[in-house]
């Protein structure tokens, strides 16, 4: 009977079995891995390459595996801690190089990957993926640098483009992403700037960045109260974040500025109310919103004031902050209106009509059209040099005084072109006074008709009408005085 081998297997064997086990078992979980990651379900493929690691923690493959599975989920901050991994453990993995140098090229880290990139081509210098990625790095390095300078020119536009274009390769930059959404904010555009925001505060709530840009949107809305809420919060996740800081104080200086200016004109201190409206435009150019507002408010105390031009290009400037300010076009409307600037006036109430079609709007375009109308006719009352609320008796003395002043007989010894001027203005005063002497042509004359499309004979002789109002016969002569009549001098009637 053949004898056992009772002899206990040494602790060094026994290790030696294990380990290899291990290592079986290891690349079993690597190969579960692989077939997930060809199916796409990465979840499963992280699950069992983190089984690998587990088993066997100094294989920088089963690290370089599960970085690209992270990759695939976008949690490019644990793939470059795995890629990391692999590289120490192994330092010509040139997929490990490749996936670290991808990692920080998604995170906005173009340097360190331009690095990564350096390396894998330094171990095989005609690797076509690495030479591309190295082109990337520095595409998106001159990219940050174009914003950069763009930024400091304010040209906000161009720094949106920049930012798209290193984006392209760099999606999961927050840096990226939070520069681009503060100058969407910046060129008013607040829906993507606070899209973009939201997306990152959703990953990441206590993002200082994303709450200040968010805040910054609401600010710009002239949502003040909400947007120094965000401020404040921003603050207290990184209280030394001086954009945060700086765009708190002019929301809380705007909002006091603005209330103060209000009050002043609510209690008809309009002198106070226009400082204080001036002081509030000076915090901060760039709050579009808000100042397009502050202007329109200075218009109205301006107005007020007798400030009349400067009531207009108050308007103007909020029109061109905010084309769509509603209350603006009809402020300067107004103020057109009061200079007798009808066809400005007309243009505008255009505007808003085709903006809001209400009766009132309807109203106010209707009564600029009519006064354009008769801007566009002879002025009567300015012929006589009276105001259009002119009593009977303010329009008679009108006429007598400027009848004399024009009568050609006055003017007989000057030259034959300022005979035939004075007699253009006397005829002209003539007709003036016939029409706003006369309550039926008056009352049609002032509402817009035209007087001789509604049959009104509008031929007129001036010495009739100057003989009749004098009440004299036939002729009539200029003779020197230095005390009668009008400007000096009296007439007679022959």
Partial sequence: MAAVDTEVPMESELQVVTEKDMEREAECFKEQGNAFYNKKDYYEAFNYYTKAIDACPKNASYYGNRAATLMMLNRYREALEDSQQAVRLDDCFMKGHLREGKCHLSLGNAMAASRCFQKVLQLEPDNGQAQQEHKNAEAVLQYEKMAELDFEKRDFRKVVYCMDRALEFASACHRFKILKAECLALIGRYPEAQSVASDILRVDSTNADALYVRGLCLYYEDCIDKAVQFFVQALRMAPDHKKARLACRNAKALKAKKEEGNQAFKEGNYESAYELYSE????????????????????????????????????????????????????????????????????????????????????????????LKKSKRKDYY????????????????????????????????????VQKEEEKKFKEVGEAFTVLSDPKKKSRYDSGHDLEDDGINMDFDANNIFRAFFGGPGGFSFEGSSSSGPGNFFFQFG
């Fill in 382 to 417: 300015k012929v006589l040099g009276v105001g259009k609320n002119a009593t009977e008796d303010e329009i008679k003395k009108a006429y007598r005084k400027r009848a004399l002043m024009h009568h050609p007989d006055r003017h007989s010894a000057a030259t034959p072109e």
């Fill in 280 to 371: 509030a435009l000076t915090i901060d150019s760039n709050n579009i919103k808000t100042n397009a507002k502050l202007y329109c408010n200075r218009a109205t105390v301006g107005s007020k004031l007798k400030k009349i031009e400067q009531a207009i290009e108050d308007c103007t400037n909020a029109i061109k902050l905010d084309e769509t300010y509603i209350k603006a076009y009809l402020r300067r409307a107004q103020c057109y209106m009061d200079t007798e600037s009808y066809e400005e006036a007309v243009r505008d109430y255009e505007k808003v009509y085709q903006t809001e079609k209400t009766k009132e709007h309807k109203h106010l375009l209707k009564n600029a059209q009519l006064e």
